[in-house]
């Protein structure tokens, strides 16, 4: 089978038990699926893995014009290897004006043969509109199985091409304490994306990114690619 044959009939099989969400019209939810094949995954500037596929699962129920709770089901296994992760996360994000977004995450991760253990993180972020075109954000993570802090500042930026088409392209530097040993400046990191839409529900999004460390660390530089497919319900 190829590969988008396998990623179709997954949408294919999970598609009548997520319909439900469409016939509860008073409530103001969301559900996305995506399924992704990468050639390495990379965590926090932590390779991870080699040649791997994951799929995600996950919910936005609106709370009010300005708040929202993001729900979310996630499961990645190396394609010739050992390593797999499987996480659940809740979020909170609140607009508090037109540029600005601030919000808090709670997500449990469940590793196996992996560098970076099992556990708990705590998350808060912020995201802020600098143009139409530019969004700068930060993200403070506290993780409790690895007993260490991550912090990560990047930049965004995205361009419509056509009615179906656009580019995002995002960068950004990270800093960690008690991280596998680690402290101080951990990675520059980059990521470009074409993201095209085949209708208002389904669309497919190729990318490439890097992570090069920044510090006399034990890890490698790394750069990979990708492929995203996205159905929303």
């Keep these: 089978m190829s590969r988008r044959a396998g990623i179709t009939a997954i949408f294919t099989a999970l598609a009548p038990s997520l319909l439900w969400a469409e016939t509860e019209e008073e409530i103001p939810l969301g559900i996305e699926a995506v399924t992704g ?19 995600q699962l996950e919910a936005e129920l609106s709370l009010s ?6 729900f979310g089901l996630s499961h990645l296994s190396e394609s010739s290897g050992d390593f797999s992760e499987t996480s659940i996360y809740a979020e909170y994000t609140h607009d508090f004006s037109d540029k600005l977004l601030l919000g808090s995450s709670l ?9 970076l253990d099992s556990g708990i993180d705590l998350g808060f972020f912020t995201s802020y509109e600098l143009h139409k075109d530019w969004r ?23 361009q419509v091409l056509s009615e179906d088409a656009f580019v995002t392209i995002e960068s950004g530097l990270s800093l960690i304490s008690d991280y596998q040993d680690r402290d101080g400046l951990n990675d520059f990191y980059a990521r470009v994306s074409l993201t095209y839409t085949l209708s208002e529900q ?19 530089d790394v750069a990979y690619a990708g492929l995203w497919f996205e159905v929303i319900f």
């Design 37 to 55: 094949l990468r050639s390495h995954y990379v965590h926090r500037g932590f390779e991870l893995a080699d040649a791997s596929l994951d799929f």
């Design 136 to 158: 700068w954000r930060n993200q403070f993570q506290i993780d409790f199985g690895e007993s260490g802090f991550y912090f990560a500042s990047e930049l965004e930026w995205s």
């Design 202 to 220: 389904v669309s497919f999004t190729p990318f490439i990114g890097a992570s090069v460390q920044l510090d006399d660390h034990d890890g490698s």
């Design 107 to 115: 997500t449990y991760r469940d590793r196996s043969s992996s560098l």
């Design 65 to 70: 014009n300005h708040s929202s709770l993001h």
